[in-house]
């Protein structure tokens, strides 16, 4: 399908001080909210809310996408992250592998289930976890390996996966901020033995509220998901175990298919904004554009750059009406949550450098080519004055 941006104004009739918003979702509604108004209409005439038609019509669409056999919808990521866990065993007591380096989420999944996040810093390139990382970590408690696909960006899978195989161990993708990406002519959510997907609106394929979804190729794993999402139900009315109530509601699955539609455009324009933002940044001394490896195909979930000067950056950005955000200021081994695990500043210190030194700036489908220009052109002022 192709998509044509609402914004495509010309570009000398831009105010100089217009805002240029890390994210506008305005925008986006502003191209499709037809179609949406639509498919809300259709599920608010079928008065048929959960469990219906349209998610699962939703769940074969992203498990196509993902290559994968099934997929199981659910009320939001973490739920997808902590039910995956339970499906691949992970009980009290536990130990689970992951990189400090991600959203709280990812380790607060673990922790739902009395499990133990144990830590593997990452490579400082891709932020993603460090394979090399994993073999001294793994334990006679261990029970599974997540992999964060952050950014956008695959983790280098084929290490991962050949560590949680000698081992016996099963790999689970975090694949929230890469949906649509690739790694070495695979698809993300392909590669691992469980992916765990959200769909918060903030997502290169978002919901209008919380979502999520799992998908995998173990129809044992994803039969054992469909009950634990519905209260541990394998018939109506009689559960074998504790459960969730998790389940995705029609009204964002129908949401969420018109904008599936328009993902693969919304990809290659995501792509061509991270291919004009690196032009322009790697002429500028003192800022590090992302690194794409070859073989990888890189989503843009977030346009992430490295400065020394990340937070006066920041600032200056924000002064100048141009929005950007750190994902993410405090690494998971040092947040309050973990305390009791006893970690300290240098444990894992590639993460805490990039927790430093990050800067996401704006980054949509509707993006221009001048607030390009705008943003690249304000860093450089910034950083030739320091």
Same mark, same amino acid.
């Given at each position: 399908?192709?998509?044509?941006?609402?914004?495509? %104004?010309?570009?000398?009739?831009?105010?100089?001080?217009?805002?240029?918003?890390?994210?506008?979702?305005?925008?986006?509604?502003?191209?499709?909210?037809?179609?949406?108004?639509?498919?809300?209409?259709?599920?608010?005439?079928?008065?048929?809310?959960?469990?219906?038609?349209?998610?699962? %019509?939703?769940?074969?669409?992203?498990?196509?996408?993902?290559?994968?056999?099934?997929?199981?919808?659910?009320?939001?990521?973490?739920?997808?992250?902590?039910?995956?866990?339970?499906?691949?065993? =992970?009980?009290?007591?536990?130990? =689970?592998?992951?990189?400090?380096?991600?959203?709280?989420?990812?380790?607060?999944? =673990?922790?739902?289930?009395?499990?133990?996040?144990?830590?593997?810093?990452?490579?400082?390139?891709?932020?993603?976890?460090?394979?090399?990382?994993?073999?001294?970590?793994?334990?006679?408690?261990?029970?599974?390996?997540?992999?964060?696909?952050?950014?956008?960006?695959?983790?280098?899978?084929?290490?991962?996966?050949?560590?949680?195989?000698?081992?016996?161990?099963? =790999? #689970?993708?975090?694949?929230?901020? %890469?949906?649509? %990406?690739?790694?070495?002519?695979?698809? @993300?959510?392909? #590669?691992?033995?469980?992916?765990?997907?959200?769909?918060?609106?903030?997502?290169?394929?978002?919901?209008?509220?919380?979502?999520?979804?799992?998908?995998?190729?173990?129809?044992?794993?994803?039969?054992? #998901?469909?009950?634990?999402?519905?209260?541990?139900?394998?018939?109506?009315?009689?559960?074998?175990?504790?459960?969730?109530?998790?389940?995705?509601?029609?009204?964002?699955?129908? #949401?969420?298919?018109?904008?599936?539609?328009?993902?693969?455009?919304?990809?290659?324009?995501?792509?061509?904004?991270?291919?004009?933002?690196?032009?322009?940044?790697?002429?500028?001394?003192?800022?590090?554009?992302?690194?794409?490896?070859?073989?990888?195909?890189?989503?843009?979930?977030?346009?992430?750059?490295?400065?020394?000067?990340?937070?006066?950056?920041?600032?200056?950005?924000?002064?100048?009406?141009?929005?950007?955000?750190?994902?993410?200021?405090?690494?998971?081994?040092?947040?309050?949550?973990?305390?009791?695990?006893?970690?300290?500043?240098?444990?894992?210190?590639?993460?805490?450098?990039?927790?430093?030194?990050?800067?996401?700036?704006?980054?949509?489908?509707?993006?221009?080519?001048?607030?390009?220009?705008?943003? @690249?052109?304000?860093?450089?002022?910034?950083?030739?004055?320091?």
């Amino acid at each position: 399908m192709r998509y044509t941006s609402p914004m495509s %104004a010309n570009p000398h009739t831009v105010a100089v001080q217009e805002v240029v918003p890390q994210l506008d979702l305005g925008a986006q509604y502003a191209a499709i909210g037809g179609e949406i108004r639509e498919a809300v209409e259709r599920v608010l005439t079928s008065q048929h809310f959960i469990l219906g038609s349209e998610g699962a %019509a939703l769940e074969q669409e992203i498990a196509k996408l993902c290559n994968a056999q099934h997929g199981i919808a659910l009320a939001s990521g973490t739920d997808a992250l902590i039910l995956a866990l339970r499906a691949c065993g =992970v009980r009290e007591r536990d130990e =689970v592998i992951l990189p400090p380096f991600t959203f709280v989420a990812t380790g607060s999944a =673990v922790s739902a289930l009395g499990a133990k996040p144990v830590f593997a810093d990452i490579n400082p390139s891709t932020y993603n976890i460090d394979p090399a990382k994993l073999e001294r970590l793994i334990t006679s408690r261990t029970r599974a390996i997540i992999a964060v696909h952050l950014y956008g960006l695959a983790a280098d899978m084929d290490p991962i996966v050949a560590v949680a195989k000698a081992r016996n161990l099963p =790999v #689970i993708e975090d694949n929230a901020q %890469a949906i649509g %990406a690739s790694y070495k002519g695979r698809p @993300t959510g392909s #590669i691992g033995d469980v992916t765990c997907l959200s769909f918060y609106p903030t997502k290169n394929l978002g919901a209008y509220g919380d979502a999520g979804m799992v998908v995998t190729n173990s129809a044992e794993v994803a039969a054992r #998901i469909r009950n634990l999402r519905n209260h541990g139900q394998t018939t109506k009315y009689v559960s074998s175990e504790p459960g969730w109530n998790s389940r995705l509601d029609e009204l964002q699955a129908a #949401i969420l298919r018109v904008k599936l539609r328009y993902l693969p455009a919304w990809q290659r324009a995501r792509q061509a904004h991270a291919a004009q933002y690196t032009r322009r940044l790697s002429q500028i001394p003192g800022v590090l554009p992302p690194i794409v490896p070859a073989g990888y195909e890189h989503v843009f979930h977030q346009y992430t750059i490295r400065v020394e000067t990340r937070d006066e950056l920041h600032r200056a950005l924000s002064d100048r009406k141009i929005g950007s955000a750190v994902y993410y200021p405090v690494p998971l081994h040092l947040q309050p949550i973990y305390a009791s695990l006893g970690h300290k500043v240098g444990d894992f210190p590639h993460s805490e450098h990039a927790a430093n030194e990050v800067l996401s700036l704006p980054m949509y489908p509707e993006l221009r080519d001048d607030q390009i220009a705008r943003v @690249t052109d304000a860093i450089s002022e910034f950083l030739h004055c320091q």
